[in-house]
């Protein structure tokens, strides 16, 4: 799985987010996590404006098992990040704001401090 994870990272970099896309998807196929191959795809889906593709992918990130040492909470909080950025460059700020707060919700360490990164695509 670790090597579909560098080929997207390596496609995602030179700017092949549809590939990326692609061996994102392969990671979760082959065994790795579905839910961080999820993340990572709707991450290139979002840098490529495909913004649909890009919540559809976050949602189904979500939806991932929660077996992990702390439950799913970094997934999630990765997650409800990737979606309140997503929701941001749409101009839908109100969702923006909903999902940040459940990102903070699902944030691993409650004492840690809450950073949010809006990683909106640009012309």
């Known amino acids: ?21 692609r061996f994102y998807q392969k990671m979760g196929s082959r065994g790795a996590s579905s839910g961080m191959a999820q993340y990572k795809t709707a991450q290139a889906y979002q840098k490529a404006r495909r913004w649909n593709e890009a919540e559809t992918a976050y949602q189904k990130a979500l939806q991932s098992d929660r077996t992990s040492a702390d439950g799913g909470k970094r997934l999630f909080h990765l997650a409800y990040q990737g979606l309140a950025s997503l929701y941001y460059a749409k ?9 940040l707060a459940r990102s903070a919700k699902a944030k691993p360490d409650a004492t840690a401090p809450y950073r949010f990164s809006l990683d909106v695509a640009r012309d």
């Open 91 to 99: 101009g839908d700020y109100p969702s923006a704001l909903a999902a």
């Open 1 to 21: 799985p670790g090597i579909w994870e560098l080929k997207g990272d390596i496609a995602a970099e030179a700017g092949d987010l549809t590939g990326a896309a």
